[in-house]
Protein backbone atom coordinates (compact mmCIF):
# COMPACT_ATOMS: atom_id res chain seq x y z
CA UNK A 1 0.00 0.00 0.00
CA UNK A 2 1.47 3.72 -1.06
CA UNK A 3 0.24 7.03 0.21
CA UNK A 4 -0.72 9.15 -2.47
CA UNK A 5 0.49 13.06 -1.24
CA UNK A 6 -1.51 16.03 -2.85
CA UNK A 7 -1.74 19.47 -2.54
CA UNK A 8 -4.52 20.31 0.11
CA UNK A 9 -5.33 23.53 -2.21
CA UNK A 10 -5.51 22.45 -6.04
CA UNK A 11 -5.53 18.56 -5.41
CA UNK A 12 -2.28 18.19 -7.25
CA UNK A 13 -0.46 14.79 -7.07
CA UNK A 14 3.13 15.96 -5.60
CA UNK A 15 4.59 12.67 -6.46
CA UNK A 16 6.19 12.26 -3.20
CA UNK A 17 7.45 8.66 -2.46
CA UNK A 18 7.03 6.76 1.31
CA UNK A 19 10.41 5.19 0.60
CA UNK A 20 11.58 8.88 0.63
CA UNK A 21 10.03 9.74 4.20
CA UNK A 22 12.07 9.78 6.84
CA UNK A 23 10.86 8.06 10.16
CA UNK A 24 8.39 9.28 12.61
CA UNK A 25 10.75 9.15 15.30
CA UNK A 26 14.18 10.13 13.04
CA UNK A 27 15.96 13.18 15.30
CA UNK A 28 15.86 16.51 13.34
CA UNK A 29 17.27 19.52 14.99
CA UNK A 30 14.97 21.69 13.92
CA UNK A 31 11.89 19.17 15.15
CA UNK A 32 9.10 17.78 13.13
CA UNK A 33 6.39 18.48 14.93
CA UNK A 34 2.51 18.55 12.40
CA UNK A 35 5.23 17.45 9.68
CA UNK A 36 6.47 14.84 7.11
CA UNK A 37 10.19 14.96 5.72
CA UNK A 38 11.16 13.57 2.63
CA UNK A 39 15.12 13.16 1.66
CA UNK A 40 14.28 13.13 -2.04
CA UNK A 41 11.46 14.81 -3.55
CA UNK A 42 10.86 15.79 -7.59
CA UNK A 43 11.71 18.82 -8.07
CA UNK A 44 9.19 19.49 -11.25
CA UNK A 45 6.43 19.53 -8.68
CA UNK A 46 7.66 22.42 -6.57
CA UNK A 47 8.86 26.19 -7.33
CA UNK A 48 11.95 26.54 -4.68
CA UNK A 49 12.01 30.18 -3.58
CA UNK A 50 14.67 31.42 -1.47
CA UNK A 51 14.02 33.21 2.07
CA UNK A 52 16.11 35.51 3.90
CA UNK A 53 15.08 36.96 6.91
CA UNK A 54 16.88 39.21 9.85
CA UNK A 55 15.52 38.80 13.24
CA UNK A 56 15.86 36.56 15.70
CA UNK A 57 14.47 33.12 15.78
CA UNK A 58 15.04 29.79 17.36
CA UNK A 59 15.97 26.48 15.94
CA UNK A 60 16.24 24.44 19.36
CA UNK A 61 16.23 25.12 22.42
CA UNK A 62 20.10 25.54 22.71
CA UNK A 63 20.53 27.09 19.18
CA UNK A 64 19.35 30.50 18.23
CA UNK A 65 20.27 32.71 15.14
CA UNK A 66 19.93 36.64 14.03
CA UNK A 67 19.75 35.83 9.89
CA UNK A 68 17.35 32.50 8.90
CA UNK A 69 18.60 31.15 5.23
CA UNK A 70 16.09 28.57 4.35
CA UNK A 71 13.57 28.25 1.20
CA UNK A 72 10.40 28.12 0.83
CA UNK A 73 8.88 24.53 -1.18
CA UNK A 74 5.21 26.05 -2.96
CA UNK A 75 3.01 24.03 -5.13
CA UNK A 76 3.93 24.10 -9.03
CA UNK A 77 0.37 24.21 -10.12
CA UNK A 78 -1.16 27.05 -7.56
CA UNK A 79 1.78 28.74 -5.94
CA UNK A 80 0.95 27.66 -1.67
CA UNK A 81 3.05 26.95 0.30
CA UNK A 82 4.04 23.31 0.96
CA UNK A 83 7.06 23.23 3.69
CA UNK A 84 10.61 24.91 3.88
CA UNK A 85 13.80 22.70 2.67
CA UNK A 86 16.27 22.24 5.92
CA UNK A 87 20.14 21.31 5.91
CA UNK A 88 19.74 19.11 9.13
CA UNK A 89 19.15 15.55 7.19
CA UNK A 90 22.18 13.05 7.75
CA UNK A 91 25.48 14.08 7.62
CA UNK A 92 27.39 13.73 3.72
CA UNK A 93 30.96 12.45 5.39
CA UNK A 94 31.63 9.93 8.15
CA UNK A 95 34.13 12.84 9.82
CA UNK A 96 33.80 13.25 13.76
CA UNK A 97 33.58 17.00 13.16
CA UNK A 98 35.31 19.86 14.27
CA UNK A 99 37.91 19.18 16.41
CA UNK A 100 36.44 15.45 16.67
CA UNK A 101 33.73 16.97 18.70
CA UNK A 102 31.20 15.02 16.62
CA UNK A 103 28.62 16.65 13.54
CA UNK A 104 28.07 19.91 13.91
CA UNK A 105 27.08 22.78 11.46
CA UNK A 106 30.34 22.73 10.09
CA UNK A 107 29.68 19.24 8.52
CA UNK A 108 27.55 19.38 5.45
CA UNK A 109 24.42 17.64 5.76
CA UNK A 110 21.85 16.24 3.43
CA UNK A 111 18.60 18.45 2.62
CA UNK A 112 15.59 17.77 4.70
CA UNK A 113 12.07 18.45 2.58
CA UNK A 114 9.59 19.30 5.24
CA UNK A 115 6.07 19.86 4.19
CA UNK A 116 3.48 20.46 6.88
CA UNK A 117 1.01 17.94 7.13
CA UNK A 118 -1.83 20.40 6.78
CA UNK A 119 -0.86 21.08 3.24
CA UNK A 120 -1.02 17.87 1.77
CA UNK A 121 -4.10 15.79 1.19
CA UNK A 122 -2.78 12.00 2.12
CA UNK A 123 -4.79 9.08 0.39
CA UNK A 124 -3.34 5.74 0.12
CA UNK A 125 -3.69 3.81 -3.17
CA UNK A 126 -4.85 -0.13 -2.71
Known amino acids: MASIYCCTECGT ?19 NKGTLSFALIDTTKFKLEKEDKIRPFFETVNYWGIQRNRTKIKCNSCGKLVGYVYDDGPPL ?11 SQVIPR ?15 ET
Do not use: V, W
Not at 20 to 27: N, S, V
Not at 93 to 103: A, I, K, L, R, V
Open 93 to 103: TDSPGQYHFGP
Open 13 to 31: NLNLSTTHLFPQDFYFEAG
Open 110 to 124: APRYRFKTKALKITT
